[in-house]
């Protein structure tokens, strides 16, 4: 299932319920980006040909260094 933002209109302004959802989605998304952007500077992406399973299990692995190290 995707997810995806509201969007504003001239006619159709958000209600505040759907601006904080948007505001939810946003944060989520955001918290998701900065973790591939940290695997990306650590250019370990680039040589994984593995099953996608296992790929998960190493990526899952690396963010919880990453994030441990960032809160340090």
């Not at 980006?33 to 190493?58: D, P, Y």
């Amino acid at each position: 299932m995707i997810i995806t933002g509201r969007k504003a209109t001239r006619k159709h302004q958000l209600t505040d319920a759907e601006r904080e959802a948007n505001r939810l989605l946003n944060r989520e998304r955001a918290a998701v980006k900065h973790g591939f952007a940290n695997l990306k500077s650590w250019r370990c992406l680039t040589k994984v040909r593995m099953h996608a399973r296992h790929a998960t299990t190493l990526l899952r692995a690396l963010l919880v260094l990453a994030n441990t190290e960032v809160q340090r």
